[in-house]
């Protein structure tokens, strides 16, 4: 999909279809530009009381005689409440209206307000057309599949097409996320993710990869990635993707993410209605090569290192076990209570490793890890936990930026009792089920050496929804793309 700008309205072309925004007014809506051409169709429509500009909301009426066959009037909801946010899942309202029409040409008239810059206003309304441009359909058949036609959407209002190019490369990066996650667990393995590590190198001229294979691992004693390996026919793989945008500078940001590409739970197997989406567990990893994507696509001023642990947790004869201890990659030795605890174990080995080998600025790790985040924050944040509070609140305020947003809770050392255990240096679950996000946080942060600052995104509640909404027309969301490649620039 191609977007042009076109910088006033009465040069925009002819197309199949017009997009008019209008905010929500005390008896009807109230136009956010003014379309002379336009207001003998849509006058009518304002006075009869039928489109009061709620959020979402759309109306499509047919035109004759005008540049477009036919004019969707978008609700934006309260300008006054309105956020970017808004913009973005207004818009995205609008596009679900064009899915399955063969309109290949759309005249999308951006809104005016006082609130927002253009390139903000632009970049939230391309964001939120082009995330719901995305559709996984390639198991159905061609008569059911709903697919979008559109080749160009014409920006009217714009003042360039640097900003939509920006957002296109951000969300090539979202969108391989997506993809990755959303394919079968049996297609994205470790090797299946390391291949597209590799792909990403070849790509771009500024990324390295570099994979270390079940031998490699196993000579560099991270035990804790090996012990959830154990009972998977498929070696495990530790993916490390450098990209340099910033070469001469020593800052470097390194993002982990959790690669476990199928979750039975191992022996605490999970039970039907919970095991079904377990490919989705890998939603971290994909996260993080999608942030690679996104950084090499818009040429992003900065220097960043993936490391993704990749494996299955699966169920075998050799399956590691509930009660016995391993030894992680720092030395420190892990009782398990709780073979579904897995991803921390992976984490943990790769944040030593990945911090003694790139000695990072930061570490930022993100991983469906809980489902107690689900239950404490549902699918509308994700849970932020950090040693460092300047970083913090920037991704906070970042998170309100994208619409990615985040929530941040303690690390109160009183927690910790929940991790002691009388054979090893600490359990892998808490003894109880309480605070079981903060104490699988908590775990994480005696990896992090030399009080680096470190963020945690625990992701298990936006990563892979239960259903569509918004501009997520599936259930991979590709979270955390956005958020960490924004807060990275602001970096």
Known sequence: MKFTAVSALAKRPKADLVIVPFF????????????????????????AGDFTGKEGATML??????????????????????????????????MKRCQGKKWLTVNVVLPKSKKWSLDDITSAVVEGMSLSCYVFEEWKAKESQKLFYIKTLNLVGAKST????????????????????????????????????????????????????????????????????????????????????????????????????????????????????????????????????????????????????????????RSYKPGDVYRS??????????????????????????QKRFNPSRIIDMATLTGAIIISLGSVRAGLFSNNDKLAKLCEQVGEETGERVWRLPLDEDYMALLKSDIADLRN??????????????????????????????????????SPEHYHLTLATGAGVRLITSLIEKL
């Open 24 to 47: 929500k007014g005390k008896k009807q809506a109230i136009p956010c530009v003014s379309m002379t051409d336009l207001n003998g169709v849509i006058n009518p429509i304002l006075k």
């Open 61 to 94: 009426a047919y035109l004759s005689g005008k540049k477009e066959k036919r004019l969707l009037l978008l609700g934006l909801g309260d300008e006054k409440k309105a956020t970017l946010e808004t913009l973005r899942r207004s818009f995205a309202a609008g």
């Open 162 to 317: 640097k900003v939509s190019e920006k957002v296109s490369g951000i969300l090539s990066g979202v969108n391989l996320a997506r993809d990755l996650i959303n394919r079968n667990a049996l297609d994205i393995t470790p090797q299946a993710l390391a291949a597209e590590a590799r792909k990403l190198a070849k790509q771009h001229a500024s990324v390295k990869a570099h994979i270390l294979d079940k031998k490699q691992i196993e000579k560099e004693k991270m035990g804790l990635l090996l012990a959830v390996a154990s009972g998977s026919r498929i070696d495990p793989a530790l993916i490390m993707v450098e990209y340099r945008g910033a070469p001469r500078s020593s800052d470097l940001t390194m993002v982990v993410g959790k690669g476990v590409t199928f979750d039975t739970g191992g022996l605490n197997l999970k039970p039907t209605n919970f095991i079904e989406d377990q490919r989705g567990d890998m939603s971290g990893g994909a996260a993080a090569l999608g942030i690679i994507k996104a950084a090499a696509a818009t040429k992003l001023k900065a220097n960043i290192v993936a490391v993704v642990p990749s494996t299955e947790n699966a169920i075998d004869s």
């Open 329 to 354: 990659y720092l030395g420190k030795t892990v009782e398990i209570t709780n073979t579904d605890a897995e991803g921390r174990l992976i984490l943990a080995d790769a944040i030593a490793y990945g």
């Open 429 to 466: 679950s808490g003894k109880k089920r309480a605070a079981g996000s903060v104490t699988a946080a908590l775990f994480l942060q005696q990896f992090v050496q030399k009080k680096t600052p470190w963020i945690h995104l625990d992701i298990a509640g936006t990563a892979f929804l239960d």
